[in-house]
């Protein structure tokens, strides 16, 4: 049984950080993709940033320069860093898994989800 435990949502006002840390268990986390995605009221889910384990990285184009996955294999963790956030930023964040056939911004091709945590930017 896979879980993804995410943590460090919040309540941060615009130009502001947070950081995300999503913790996994039940599979071997080092072979997997690891992804955040998120929704914000009203719309879909969207791409946010992807890692493999080697380290190689993906980012939606509105996140790029502003926020940074990273993982730990060791701790089965994996991290967001998000700088110069802005109200548009808001969200809940969600933690996926998927199996490793290269980085990817579809949702399908993530087989684990976390259930989400709160990231509000006031203005």
């Known amino acids: 049984q896979v879980q993804l435990v995410e ?3 919040g309540l941060v006002q615009a130009g502001g950080s947070l950081r995300l840390s999503c ?3 039940g599979r071997t986390f080092s072979t997997y ?3 955040w995605f ?3 009221p009203g719309k879909e ?3 946010v940033a992807a890692i493999r384990w080697s380290g190689s990285t993906y980012y939606a184009d509105s996140v790029k320069g502003r ?3 990273s993982r730990d294999n060791a701790k089965n963790t994996v991290f967001l860093q998000m700088n110069s956030l802005k109200p548009e930023d ?3 964040y969600y933690c996926a ?3 490793d056939y290269g980085l990817t911004d579809n949702p399908r091709r993530y087989d684990y989800w976390g259930q989400g945590t709160q990231v509000t930017v006031s203005s």
């Open 97 to 99: 898994m998927g199996r």
């Open 38 to 40: 998120r929704q914000a």
């Open 67 to 69: 926020f940074t996955i």
């Open 45 to 47: 889910r969207e791409f």
């Open 90 to 92: 808001t969200a809940v």
């Open 33 to 35: 993709v690891m992804g």
């Open 23 to 25: 913790a996994a268990s």
């Open 7 to 9: 943590s460090g949502g």
